[in-house]
Nanobody, 119 residues
Framework: AQLAESGGGTVQAGGSLRLACAAS???????????IGWFHQAPGKKRMMAAC?????GTTTTSDIRYTIFSNAQEKTMYLQINNLEVEDTGVYYC?????????????WGPGTQVTVSS
């Protein structure tokens, strides 16, 4: 069972990116049982939650109004749209799974996708 991120790249400040987190494997057979969180790790800093969706009830939480989190349950994919990118958004974006969005039990981390924002 694994999560795999994609969609990163190098963009200019002010642009947008849509990141994808695809779930696979038997653990994610019931994708809707999970909360999927997106985390941002800036260079030299801790991994911080950017956004999370609890697929059980559809509730979402985001740390920034520029973030939108949404899912495609049929594809077992969670997306993170980041608009008006800032240089501070540079870093690796990871997705992880837990049973809620509290932030304390996330696992099944993907390898991450690099986002670089140039000024």
């Amino acid at each position: 069972a694994q999560l795999a991120e994609s969609g990163g790249g190098t963009v200019q400040a002010g642009g947008s990116l849509r990141l994808a987190c695809a779930a696979s494997g038997p653990i994610f057979r019931d994708f809707d049982d999970y909360a999927i969180g997106w985390f941002h790790q800036a260079p030299g800093k801790k991994r911080m939650m950017a956004a999370c969706m609890n697929l059980r009830d559809g509730t979402t939480t985001t740390s920034d109004i520029r973030y939108t989190i949404f899912s495609n349950a049929q594809e077992k994919t969670m997306y993170l749209q980041i608009n008006n990118l800032e240089v501070e958004d540079t870093g690796v974006y990871y997705c992880g799974a837990d049973y809620d969005c509290s932030g304390y039990g996330f696992g099944h981390w993907g390898p991450g996708t690099q986002v670089t924002v140039s000024s």
